[in-house]
Nanobody
Framework: QVQLVESGGGLVQAGGSLRLSCVAS????????MGWFRQAPGQEREFVVS????????YYVDSVKGRFTISRDNAKNTVYLQMNSLKPEDTAVYYC???????????????????WGQGTQVTVSS
């Protein structure tokens, strides 16, 4: 059974940085894509970025391009989300997700992801 555990959230001032981590366990992930989504209160879950586990290819939503960077450490089965120049509108619960067959397509819809972490809160104060 796949398990995803996020960490690294917190409270930061606008312009600051945070790094989120997602440790994956339960199987090998060679065909997977890993994604980060976020959900603010009263809003739908929003795609942020995804990465192919083997290829390292990435896809970002426009609102975070140039500020957020996704990376993975295959040896540690860990995916990272480095978030710089944070804005109050980045405030949300951030979720790590795994798509079993997404390596080549990097899907952006939450329903297409198979496994989810519990989420970690990111709060950016103005």
């Amino acid at each position: 059974q796949v398990q995803l555990v996020e960490s690294g959230g917190g409270l930061v001032q606008a312009g600051g940085s945070l790094r989120l981590s997602c440790v994956a366990s339960g199987r090998t992930f060679s065909s997977y894509a890993m994604g980060w989504f976020r959900q603010a209160p009263g809003q739908e879950r929003e795609f942020v970025v995804s990465i192919g586990w083997t290829s390292g290819r990435t896809y970002y939503v426009d609102s975070v391009k140039g500020r957020f960077t996704i990376s993975r450490d295959n040896a540690k089965n860990t995916v990272y989300l480095q978030m710089n120049s944070l804005k109050p509108e980045d405030t949300a619960v951030y979720y790590c997700a795994a798509d079993r067959t997404g390596e080549l397509v990097l899907r952006t819809t939450a329903e297409q992801y198979d496994y989810w972490g519990q989420g970690t809160q990111v709060t950016v104060s103005s």
